[in-house]
């Protein structure tokens, strides 16, 4: 079963890879130290331009911005209290405490071999779970690929938290933009409206650029930074080799923080947030000197640093094998998967699993590369990137923007339709409308409407055929349990807090 990935190995690590990986990494840090900038819409960005890369080279930049994405955040966290990503704002309680008492550079230190620690566990969960579990899919037909399909789409709607009507709504609105197009059977056009150019249905990487760069580029310009500098003057940064001793009491966080990480990113719509929150809490009450936290504590540091690392390549375990992305991030990268002609699912491991094992070599890598890229002599250089003018900053993005989505088709249609979806993108923001559930909505409208046509076909029109095997049973059992049980919790916790009234 593991065979495959050993023998991928040798690609990996040819230089063109290991390049992209590296230049994927810094650029992740980059983007992750600016405040308003996230991942997620640096991938978007990346994607177009990844066209004429070979697939091996693309993924590796995407691996590698993923991973230093979220290591960069905690810059930000630590000298300004502010957030560089959402998921480093639990790193904010304690490593802001730290740089006002000069010792910015350890926690800075702190949060580069916790984000490795939990990068590199994340990768190992990825390359032992993923290939038993795509076995076990490969012999799903297509009623079960349908019901995996509106397992994922319910799954994303009802545990993202939340509205549940708004995340409906926008599940609703990307499986409309996926039917957009000609008929896949009959050829008869759908949602058109007359032009030529929507014949082949909605380019993926128009609506995630649209919805995912644009409008934090329009927050970017809105909100300039408000900083004072001072905690980034002075970070008593030492060489990384030296403040490692002073860590060695951190094991048991490390350790426990990356299975809280692993196991939120493979539950579809959770994220980093929620995993570095719930690790920092963990750790927290096992401390043996809680009142110290909050205060400058260097574990509660390493707790949020190491959880929201450990949910990088797990959340693509579910992607990659079901096509169900545990994140935002996974999302973009399914897209980045589909315009390689990647389709995740079972059929990417036994068709293409040079790339699919690659991958993971790669988060395993990108996670390794951080303690040295990121140690005290970069540490201090990423630090200055919080003075850059934000307005060309995002000038600078909005301009790869649209070159990157021009350069498709080489047609201003697709960047008129992208500035239309980053407005839509923009009032569903202002409005709390989640963007995951229109990405998966797009990919997984498509495949499921595909595979319940197909089924229905072999059933000869009888839609009895999507309930006539276990395993199809077992879906639809998950399904409905995923739909009824935030109600039925809801339910139970207005109930305890009426008798606790009484």
């Known amino acids: ?35 308003g900038l996230s991942a997620t819409m640096a991938i978007s960005v990346l994607v177009p331009f990844t066209f004429g890369l070979e697939p091996l080279v693309a993924l590796g930049l995407m691996a590698g911005i993923y991973n230093g994405a979220m290591y960069g955040g905690a810059i930000p966290a ?21 740089a006002q008492r000069g010792e910015g550079g350890y926690a800075l230190q702190v949060a580069v071999v916790s984000s490795a620690i939990g990068g590199v566990a994340s990768a190992f969960a990825l390359m032992l779970l993923a290939p038993p579990l ?16 509106v397992f994922g789409l319910c799954s994303i709607i009802f545990l993202l938290g939340g509205n549940i009507v708004k995340g409906l709504i926008s599940a609703c609105f990307g499986v409309f933009v996926s039917v957009i197009g000609s008929d896949p059977i009959f050829g008869n056009d759908r949602f058109t409206f007359d032009q030529l150019e929507l014949l082949d249905g909605i380019h993926i990487v128009i609506l995630l650029v649209g919805l995912y760069a644009l409008p934090p580029v329009i927050d970017l310009l809105e909100s300039p930074l408000k900083t004072d500098g001072g905690a980034s003057e002075h970070l008593g940064t030492q ?7 002073r860590m060695k009491g ?18 579809p719509g959770a994220g980093g947030s929620m995993a570095a929150f719930m690790s920092y809490n963990e750790a ?41 992305p545990g994140t935002a991030v996974a999302a973009i ?32 890598f990108g996670a390794i590369l951080l303690v040295f890229l990121g140690g005290s002599l970069a540490t201090n250089s990423f630090a200055k990137l919080l003075k850059l003018p934000r307005p060309l900053l995002g000038s600078v993005i909005i301009i790869l923007m649209l070159i990157g989505v021009y350069s498709i088709h080489g047609r201003m249609f697709d960047v008129y339709l992208m500035l239309g979806f980053g407005a839509i993108g923009y009032v569903m923001d202002k409005l709390k409308f989640p963007l995951p559930p229109v990405v998966l909505g797009l990919i997984l409208g498509g495949f499921a409407e595909e595979n319940l046509r197909l089924a229905l076909r072999i059933g000869r029109g009888d839609w009895a055929v999507l309930f006539q095997n276990t395993t199809s049973l077992i879906l639809v059992a998950l399904t409905l349990a995923v739909i009824t049980g935030p109600m039925i919790k809801k339910r139970l916790l207005k109930a305890k807090a009426s008798n606790g009234k009484a």
């Not at 890879?17 to 992750?32: D, E, P, S, T």
């Not at 060489?239 to 001793?245: A, D, G, K, M, Y």
């Not at 951190?250 to 990480?261: A, D, E, P, V």
């Open 78 to 98: 630590v000298l300004l209290r502010i957030p560089g990503t959402p998921a480093a704002v639990a790193t904010t309680f304690d490593g802001y405490p730290l």
């Open 250 to 267: 951190y094991w048991k966080t490390w350790l426990r923080s990356s299975l809280i990480g692993i196991w939120i990113g493979i539950l």
């Open 333 to 364: 990268m399914l897209g980045g998967l589909l315009i390689h002609g990647l389709q995740p699912g079972p059929m990417l491991f036994r068709n293409n699993p040079d790339i699919v094992f690659g991958f993971m070599w790669q988060f395993l």
């Open 239 to 245: 060489p990384i080799w030296r403040t490692l001793p």
């Open 1 to 35: 079963m593991y065979t495959d990935l050993i023998q991928s190995l040798p690609n990996v690590i040819a230089w063109t890879n290991l390049a992209a990986l590296v230049i994927g990494v810094l650029a992740g840090i980059v983007v992750g130290a600016m405040p």
């Open 134 to 149: 795509s076995r076990v899919t490969l012999l799903f037909g297509p009623a079960e690929v349908f019901w995996v399909a």
């Open 284 to 324: 927290r009450r096992a401390s043996k000197n809680p009142e110290e936290w909050g205060k400058g504590e260097g574990e509660g540091v390493a707790a949020s640093e190491t959880a929201n690392n450990a949910d990088t390549a797990s959340a693509l375990i579910p992607a990659l094998t079901l096509g169900i």
